[in-house]
């Protein structure tokens, strides 16, 4: 990303806080006022899937392994955080081994544990009390034979997991997995002592490893933190923990949220969606707000998903049809437009990722709007010259201006979508993301998006495309059922690979033959808008979060 210059010297400047730090500080002191339109989704570790919930999880609780304090592409690399060492592989990639550092206390003074890891991990088995996080351990690590139901209905411990003393942490995987750092690094790894756990009422009153713990929760309300007295500076190469004192105030209503954040009442925008469109305007207009603004890619890919199981996308035509028919200007501005909505693309991948490739298999002609000979020969490929009639399933709001832009596109070659509404609440799990609601309502075409929950290629492509993943009974992210042995294959290799060069080659591969299936209709990488108040230090865009890291922070003197 590149930072275009600014026309204010008032600030740090446009997307300073991309790829670099703003106001790098190791003053300590103050009180860091946060703001947020809306409470956390869980206050448990195990519970929580929001992205800046994941952020605030930094402060409060340390894992193995964590993503640094780093603007640049090494912040996409876990560390160790409470182990002393990446996990240790042997077994041919799956037996991983992890050592604790010594003098780990949580915020009541006693001892952290490997055992207080198995079970978090544990945890994460138990869906039926914890849902809400993500489960990609479970695979890894349960045994189809004998499965493990989770700490609260046996007392038996998960067999995959041992630890031999108190430092020691072995996990033995089903499969190699070279991503499971990252997996260490998610706040579900964090630790709970069985003593604390309460189950599904932890998130209530959580222990801390972090720098910092819960002072006071009022639902809806606010949420202050104060420090964790027994966190201990010189056991944590990743948090700098400036800030004496956070304040959190929750639910503020978003366009009052922008006034008071950009009159100084708050210092930053804990939430993930940025500046409404009211104060987009005047921040972007003025040379001085302008220079404390971010405009950063969130990471997530905003999408159309074609289905091979509905007729007549059976036929790979009738697919490539929508490709080549779609009006890449159209959706970008249906979208948002370019600063917040996203950045053109035909690929999969996000820029960041090594795996990043120029691809554009179906050009939409010099200007981007469409090449609607490539789209009618297609068509008559498919044997359905005169065009033909389908649907496109998307929800209220800034999806449904997509789904009407991709009919409008199609419809100039004869396609002849109907636009269908499904539930917003459960869009991803009983909608888009359940494949019997695609069937009944023959949801040909589909508008979606999708971020990584680790900024890997697998974090990032597999769910979408590993027929080994699509989810019968919904939250299924591979809507279009993909199930390509080679594709297949080629994930499964790049999961015993651990040379990131060759791992990048092979999910090159992978993203190759999925657009030849024409199975996903990229549009954009989305972008966000984001407010720094000129007195907090130390901010940067997180590279594997696509949000400002809130643990980093710090004020300058006199805030
Ligand atoms: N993968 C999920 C999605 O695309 C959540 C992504 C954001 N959350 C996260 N913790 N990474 O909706």
Same mark, same amino acid.
């Given at each position: 990303?590149?930072?275009?210059?600014?026309?204010?010297?008032?600030?740090?400047?446009?997307?300073?806080?991309?790829?670099?730090?703003?106001?790098?500080?190791?003053?300590?002191?103050?009180?860091?006022?946060?703001?947020?339109?809306?409470?956390?989704? #869980?206050?448990?570790?195990?519970?929580?899937?929001?992205?800046?919930?994941?952020?605030?999880?930094?402060?409060?609780?340390?894992?193995?392994?964590?993503?640094?304090?780093?603007?640049?592409?090494?912040?996409?690399?876990?560390?160790?955080?409470?182990?002393?060492?990446?996990?240790?592989?042997?077994?041919?990639?799956?037996?991983?081994?992890?050592?604790?550092?010594?003098?780990?206390?949580?915020?009541?003074?006693?001892?952290?544990?490997?055992?207080?890891?198995?079970?978090?991990?544990?945890?994460?088995?138990?869906?039926?009390?914890?849902?809400?996080?993500?489960?990609?351990? %479970?695979?890894?690590?349960?045994?189809?034979?004998?499965?493990?139901?989770?700490?609260?209905?046996?007392?038996?411990?998960?067999?995959?997991?041992?630890?031999?003393?108190?430092?020691?942490?072995?996990?033995?995987?089903?499969?190699?997995?070279?991503?499971?750092?990252? /997996?260490?690094?998610?706040?579900?790894?964090?630790?709970?002592?069985?003593?604390?756990?309460?189950? $599904?009422?932890?998130?209530?009153?959580?222990?801390?490893?972090?720098?910092?713990?819960?002072?006071?929760?009022?639902? +809806?309300?606010?949420?202050?933190?104060?420090?964790?007295?027994?966190?201990?500076?010189?056991?944590?190469?990743?948090?700098?923990?400036?800030?004496?004192?956070?304040?959190?105030?929750?639910?503020?209503?978003?366009?009052?949220?922008?006034?008071?954040?950009?009159?100084?009442?708050?210092?930053?925008?804990?939430?993930?969606?940025?500046?409404?469109?009211?104060?987009?305007?005047? %921040?972007?207009?003025?040379?001085?707000?302008?220079?404390?603004?971010?405009?950063?890619?969130?990471?997530?890919?905003?999408?159309?998903?074609?289905?091979?199981?509905?007729?007549?996308?059976?036929?790979?035509?009738?697919?490539?049809?929508?490709?080549?028919?779609?009006?890449?200007?159209? /959706?970008?501005?249906?979208?948002? +437009?370019?600063?917040?909505?996203?950045?053109?693309?035909?690929?999969?991948?996000?820029?960041?990722?090594?795996?990043?490739?120029?691809?554009?298999?179906?050009?939409?002609?010099?200007?981007?709007?469409?090449?609607?000979?490539?789209?009618?020969?297609?068509?008559? $490929?498919?044997?359905?010259?005169?065009?033909?009639?389908?649907?496109?399933?998307?929800?209220?709001?800034?999806?449904?201006?997509?789904?009407?832009?991709?009919?409008?596109?199609?419809?100039?070659?004869?396609?002849?979508?109907?636009?269908?509404?499904?539930?917003?609440?459960?869009?991803?799990?009983? +909608?888009?993301?359940?494949?019997?609601?695609?069937?009944?309502?023959?949801?040909?075409?589909?508008?979606?998006?999708?971020?990584?929950?680790?900024?890997?290629?697998?974090?990032?492509?597999?769910? /979408?495309?590993?027929?080994?993943?699509?989810?019968?009974?919904?939250?299924?992210?591979?809507?279009?059922?993909?199930?390509?042995?080679?594709?297949?294959?080629?994930?499964?290799? #790049?999961?015993?690979?651990?040379?990131?060069?060759?791992?990048?080659?092979?999910?090159?591969?992978?993203?190759?033959?999925?657009?030849?299936?024409?199975?996903?209709?990229?549009?954009?990488?989305?972008?966000?808008?984001?407010?720094?108040?000129?007195?907090?230090?130390? %901010?940067?865009?997180?590279?594997?979060? +696509?949000?400002?890291?809130?643990?980093?922070?710090?004020?300058?003197?006199?805030?």
């Amino acid at each position: 990303m590149t930072a275009q210059p600014t026309e204010a010297a008032a600030g740090a400047g446009w997307d300073a806080a991309v790829g670099a730090t703003v106001n790098p500080s190791d003053r300590r002191g103050g009180t860091l006022r946060l703001v947020s339109s809306a409470d956390v989704d #869980s206050l448990d570790p195990a519970r929580t899937y929001y992205v800046w919930v994941w952020l605030l999880q930094r402060m409060l609780n340390r894992t193995l392994m964590a993503y640094p304090t780093e603007p640049g592409p090494a912040g996409l690399v876990p560390v160790p955080d409470l182990a002393e060492r990446p996990g240790r592989v042997s077994d041919g990639g799956r037996t991983w081994t992890y050592r604790l550092r010594e003098n780990l206390r949580y915020d009541d003074g006693t001892p952290i544990t490997s055992d207080d890891i198995r079970h978090a991990v544990q945890r994460v088995f138990a869906q039926d009390v914890l849902p809400g996080g993500p489960t990609y351990l %479970v695979p890894l690590l349960d045994d189809p034979a004998r499965r493990y139901p989770g700490p609260y209905r046996t007392t038996d411990p998960l067999r995959s997991v041992l630890t031999p003393d108190e430092r020691t942490i072995v996990f033995r995987l089903r499969r190699p997995f070279s991503d499971f750092d990252h /997996l260490m690094a998610q706040p579900c790894a964090a630790p709970v002592p069985r003593r604390a756990d309460t189950g $599904a009422d932890y998130g209530e009153n959580p222990r801390s490893s972090g720098p910092y713990r819960i002072a006071a929760h009022r639902p +809806g309300t606010f949420m202050h933190f104060e420090r964790n007295p027994y966190w201990d500076r010189a056991t944590d190469p990743v948090r700098p923990a400036l800030p004496d004192r956070v304040e959190l105030t929750i639910g503020v209503d978003v366009d009052e949220l922008d006034e008071r954040l950009i009159a100084g009442e708050f210092d930053i925008n804990l939430e993930g969606r940025g500046l409404q469109h009211a104060a987009q305007g005047r %921040v972007t207009t003025d040379g001085v707000l302008r220079s404390y603004t971010d405009n950063p890619r969130t990471s997530f890919l905003h999408f159309v998903s074609i289905q091979p199981h509905i007729p007549p996308f059976d036929n790979v035509h009738a697919r490539r049809a929508v490709h080549y028919a779609a009006d890449k200007i159209l /959706l970008q501005r249906a979208r948002g +437009g370019p600063v917040t909505g996203g950045d053109l693309t035909t690929a999969l991948f996000p820029p960041r990722l090594p795996a990043h490739q120029d691809l554009d298999r179906y050009p939409t002609g010099p200007d981007l709007r469409g090449d609607l000979d490539a789209a009618r020969a297609e068509l008559a $490929a498919a044997g359905l010259p005169d065009g033909f009639d389908a649907v496109i399933g998307t929800q209220r709001g800034k999806f449904r201006l997509v789904a009407d832009a991709v009919a409008e596109s199609v419809a100039r070659v004869g396609i002849r979508l109907t636009v269908k509404e499904l539930d917003v609440a459960s869009y991803f799990s009983l +909608g888009a993301g359940h494949p019997e609601t695609i069937r009944e309502h023959a949801l040909g075409l589909i508008v979606t998006d999708w971020g990584a929950d680790f900024p890997t290629e697998y974090g990032f492509l597999a769910p /979408l495309v590993d027929g080994r993943q699509i989810k019968r009974n919904g939250g299924n992210w591979n809507i279009s059922e993909l199930d390509d042995p080679r594709v297949n294959e080629l994930i499964d290799q #790049s999961l015993h690979t651990t040379d990131p060069a060759e791992r990048a080659r092979q999910w090159g591969a992978v993203e190759r033959l999925v657009m030849e299936h024409a199975v996903i209709l990229p549009l954009v990488h989305d972008k966000t808008l984001h407010f720094r108040n000129p007195w907090v230090t130390n %901010v940067y865009v997180h590279p594997a979060f +696509g949000l400002y890291d809130v643990q980093a922070m710090g004020l300058a003197p006199d805030h």
